[in-house]
């Protein structure tokens, strides 16, 4: 499965988006987790502000 979501990231297309990874803060018990997401490169921002 690897194989093909790298394929698919080195086409023309694919360079659009970006895998981005936040920290976020369990309020819960105080512990980080990691969010992963594929956002389009002109969203990182968005979703990097965004809680």
């Known amino acids: ?9 080195k086409t023309a297309t694919g360079k659009d988006w970006a895998k981005v990874i936040k920290a976020v803060k369990s309020e819960k018990t105080g512990a980080y987790t990691f969010r992963e997401e594929m956002v389009p490169v002109d969203k990182v921002q968005e979703f990097l502000a965004a809680k």
């Open 1 to 9: 499965m690897a194989k093909k979501v790298v394929a698919t990231l």
